[in-house]
C-alpha cells in the first residue's frame, strides 16, 4: 500500500488542523492505520490509531480529547483531526499502515509509511 498524506500547516495555538492520509494498492479496509510525530531531536512517538472498520480507536494521553482519528474506507482515507493545538504538538506527522492485528502504538510494528508533512503551532 502507498500512502500519500497532506494537511500540514501553520496554525496558532488553540486553532484546528485536519490531516488526510489517502491509500492505494491493496485493500485498505485490511489495514489499521495510526498517525505518528516526530519533534526535533526527539523519537517518533505514537500518536492515534484506528482498527480496519473504524469501530475502534486509540490514543496517546497527550492528545486525548483534543485529537480525533477516523477513516473512510469506500474513499480509502484515514483522517486526523486536531483541535486545541499547542506548540508542543509541533512535529512532523506521519501516517502508517500495518496488516498485524496486534499492533496498535508500537512505530516498528507499521509496515508502511507515508511522507511526514511538518504541523507548526505558534504561541
Known amino acids: 500500500v502507498q500512502l500519500q498524506a497532506s494537511g500540514g500547516g501553520l496554525v496558532q495555538a488553540g486553532g484546528s488542523l485536519r490531516r488526510a492520509c489517502a491509500a492505494s494498492?491493496?485493500?485498505?479496509?485490511?489495514?489499521?492505520m495510526g498517525w505518528f510525530r516526530q519533534a526535533p531531536g526527539k523519537e517518533r512517538e505514537f500518536v492515534a490509531a484506528?482498527?480496519?472498520?473504524?469501530?475502534?480507536?486509540y490514543y496517546a494521553d497527550s492528545v486525548k480529547g483534543r485529537f480525533t482519528i477516523s477513516r473512510d474506507n469506500a474513499k480509502n482515507t484515514v483522517y486526523l483531526q486536531m483541535s486545541s493545538l499547542k506548540p508542543e504538538d509541533t512535529a512532523v506527522y506521519y501516517c502508517?499502515?500495518?496488516?498485524?492485528?496486534?499492533?496498535?502504538?508500537?512505530?516498528?510494528?507499521?509496515?508502511?509509511w507515508g511522507q511526514g508533512t511538518q504541523v507548526t503551532v505558534s504561541s
Open positions: 484506528i482498527s480496519y472498520s473504524g469501530s475502534n480507536t
Open positions: 502508517a499502515a500495518t496488516l498485524r492485528p496486534s499492533v496498535v502504538r508500537g512505530s516498528a510494528g507499521y509496515d508502511y
Open positions: 494498492g491493496r485493500t485498505f479496509s485490511s489495514y489499521r
